[in-house]
């Protein structure tokens, strides 16, 4: 099975900071990651598909990059509302495999 | 526009078994698969499994399997999740989600397995 190494898992930051958070993939796979963000109670909503791609109706204040196994969500000038639990996840074979979630809090 | 609605919640024993559906409109379900991710409490998401709607083959997680089926009706539009001889570590919030990106996600269904 794919391992994903997500880091940090947890960060506290401030309005209007800009917040980087990496899943390590144990073995190559492609560009099929996807990232989530869920807030307490909800189900996750989806960020971003194939590393970079937004899903429809994201800002453009989040990203997505990669480089070799390395992957990165990069949320710009955070925002109250950005407050939540964030989550990746490799597509590239079975079984999927999320990461362990970094806890994203406002200052 | 894409809506996944699940069934509500479900307290059983253990041992019993319980079905979760979920079922999809505002796009055709043949078109996408649906994959099974669970949340215990207070941890993180946790992938099951996924099915395709369009010829129903199916690939579980190793450890649910023989426990677990996940099946489709697309007359109605509909994923069902069972789980078998449940134990009191299912309790968790079960989600269906489409695709294989889990673009659309249903609202969840807690299962709390109590004796």
């Known amino acids: 099975d794919i391992q994903m190494t997500q880091s940090p898992s947890s960060l506290s930051a401030s309005v209007g900071d800009t917040v980087t958070i990496t899943c390590r993939a144990s073995?190559?796979?492609?560009?099929?990651l996807a990232w989530f963000q869920q807030k307490p109670g909800k189900a996750p909503k989806s960020l971003i598909f194939h590393t970079s791609n937004l899903h429809s109706g994201v800002p453009s204040k989040f990203s997505g990059s990669a480089s070799g196994t390395d992957f990165t969500l990069t949320i710009s000038s955070l925002q109250p509302e950005d407050f939540g639990t964030y989550y990746c996840?490799?597509?590239?074979?079975?079984?999927?495999?999320f990461g362990q979630g970094t806890n994203v809090e406002i200052k | 526009q894409v809506q996944l609605v699940q069934s509500g919640a479900e307290v059983k024993k253990p041992g019993a078994s319980v079905k979760v559906s979920c079922k999809a409109s505002?796009?055709?379900?043949?078109?996408?698969?649906v994959s099974w991710v669970r949340q215990a409490p207070g941890q993180g998401l946790e992938w099951m499994g996924w099915i395709s709607a369009y010829n129903a083959d199916t690939n579980y997680i190793q450890r649910f399997q023989g426990r677990v089926a996940m099946t489709t009706d697309t007359s109605t539009s509909t994923a069902y999740m069972e789980l078998k001889n449940l134990r009191s570590d299912d309790t968790a919030i079960y989600y269906c989600a489409r695709g294989v990106y889990n673009d659309y996600w249903g609202q969840g269904t807690l299962v709390t397995v109590s004796s």
């Open positions: 073995q190559g796979i492609a560009h099929y």
């Open positions: 996840l490799q597509y590239s074979s079975y079984p999927r495999t």
């Open positions: 505002g796009y055709t379900l043949t078109t996408y698969g």
